[in-house]
């Protein structure tokens, strides 16, 4: 009964670390994409500025709207830039195996089995 015991405790000890390391690791994700939302927020306020400049130029004559609009052109591909939320997700999947692999080893060095054994009957 002592063995279930120290095997129990062992299981929850080890549930409530990956439960806190897989919180700490939601949380970073979480962090990363505020910052990013932010930054596609502030992209977003820019580009709807230069929208409506543009839809000022187009009512001026047709000739200089689009020398204008060719320059911005040049301007606007050399900033290139990515929009991605997040960039990571919850890596879910490869706590699976390290998970069981760990907690048969933990718990196999948690228990005396030739102890057990001898008092089984």
């Known amino acids: 009964m002592a063995e279930f ?3 129990h405790q062992s299981l929850t000890d ?3 670390r990956e439960i ?7 949380e970073e994700v979480l962090h990363r994409m505020e910052k990013n939302l932010r930054e596609i927020r ?9 929208l409506s400049e543009l839809q000022k130029q187009m009512e001026k004559d047709a000739l200089t709207f689009l020398q204008e609009e060719t ?9 290139g830039y990515t929009l991605s939320l997040s960039e990571g997700d919850l890596p879910v ?6 998970i069981q692999y760990t907690v ?4 196999r060095h948690s228990i005396s089995p030739g102890t057990w054994l001898l008092f089984s009957d």
């Open 5 to 7: 015991a120290k095997m």
């Open 14 to 16: 080890r549930e409530q």
């Open 20 to 26: 806190r390391e897989l919180r700490q690791r939601e």
């Open 42 to 50: 502030g992209k977003l306020d820019s580009d709807q500025e230069k």
């Open 71 to 79: 320059a911005r052109k040049r301007r606007i591909s050399d900033e």
């Open 93 to 98: 999947g490869m706590f699976e195996w390290l």
């Open 104 to 107: 048969w080893r933990d718990m």
